[in-house]
């Protein structure tokens, strides 16, 4: 079942958002970015998912948190 979207990895998916690869991978553990994993155990993304991301502008400059959209108003750091 061939669906023609081709298959990144987490370097390839890295240089296009400017970011490291193990961010890449903190994302798609945090849920952030979908991902499969090749018999081996690799996380590969889907090229369509990934340029869709890219153009719809999330924010994911902070990659400790959740994205902007789902951000919890009200809510305070606790410094």
Do not use: N
Request: net charge neutral.
């Amino acid at each position: 079942m061939d669906t023609g979207d081709r298959l990144l990895t987490p370097g390839e998916v890295a240089a296009l958002f400017r970011v490291d690869p193990k961010t890449v991978t903190r994302w798609a553990a945090a849920g952030r970015i979908g991902s499969i994993r090749t018999p081996g155990g690799h996380r590969r993304f889907r090229e369509s998912e990934v340029k869709a991301l890219l153009e719809g502008g999330l924010d994911f400059e902070d990659e400790t948190g959740p994205p902007s959209s789902t951000g919890m108003p009200g809510r305070q750091p606790s410094h």
